[in-house]
């Protein structure tokens, strides 16, 4: 069946800080990618999105490839800083699927101390 | 703009004791509707989801049901909570194709915390 893998956490970074979260999956087909990161306390927002392979999401300095030939769409930033701090969520969405449902991997906290 | 509301924001229940969660959607009509559970420390586990009001289905067999009463208003309830249906509730929505924005997203509630004494 479809999954999402993510590297595990907590990844602890200082201010300023080069970050990439990793994510692979399996899916039949092309699949939709999502980036979600939820803040302490709050539901998840959506960070960036790709719907095909090569497109680049980009966010609030954020930035992941589709790349379908590794099946991967790593998250990346090249200065964090401490409000950066959250948990990131990889997820997939199967295509076609009417119902829209998500896979998501397990999450990976990242910890931005200054 | 499309906005979703979750209450109560958190909620502390005995064992055995009902449960209703309420999740509304304002902005748009006819969306697919989500509940997703997330337990301490781990990720997110869709337990229902609904393409219209009345329609309803379960992704994990458990001690929680769903009703979609209104088109954009969303309900998971229990008879008897247990211990372990403690966690961070979640509602989400996807809109439809006349909305405006994506079709191809879901957009999240702020989550209710339940904890189960």
């Known amino acids: 069946g479809d999954s999402v893998t993510q590297m595990e956490g907590p990844v602890t970074l200082s201010e300023e800080a080069f970050l990439t979260i990793n994510c692979t999956y399996t899916a039949t087909g092309y699949p939709s990618l999502f980036w979600y990161v939820q803040y302490p306390g709050e539901g998840l927002q959506l960070l960036l999105k790709?719907?095909?392979?090569?497109d680049k999401g980009s966010n609030k300095g954020f930035e992941a490839t589709y790349r379908k030939e590794t099946t991967s769409f790593h998250l990346e930033k090249g200065s964090v800083q401490v409000s950066d701090s959250a948990v990131y969520f990889c997820?997939?969405?199967?295509?076609?699927?009417?119902?829209?449902?998500?896979?998501f991997g397990a999450g990976t906290q990242v910890v931005v101390t200054p | 703009s499309q906005t979703i509301h979750q209450w109560p924001a958190t909620l502390v229940q005995p064992v055995g004791s009902p449960l209703s969660l309420e999740c509304t959607v304002e902005g748009t009509s006819n969306p697919n509707l989500y509940w997703y559970r997330q337990a301490a420390g781990r990720g997110l586990q869709l337990l229902f989801y609904?393409?219209?009001?009345?329609?309803i289905s379960s992704e994990v067999p458990q001690n929680l049901s769903a009703s979609r009463p209104q088109d954009r208003q969303f309900i998971l309830s229990s008879k008897k909570l247990l211990l372990s249906d403690s966690g961070f509730y979640l509602c989400?929505?996807?809109?439809?194709?006349?909305?405006?924005?994506?079709?191809?997203?879901?957009?999240f509630g702020p989550g209710t915390r339940l904890t189960v004494l």
């Open positions: 609904s393409v219209g009001i009345g329609q």
């Open positions: 790709a719907t095909k392979a090569d």
């Open positions: 997820a997939l969405r199967k295509r076609p699927d009417s119902w829209g449902k998500l896979q």
């Open positions: 989400a929505f996807m809109g439809r194709a006349r909305d405006r924005g994506s079709t191809d997203t879901q957009y």
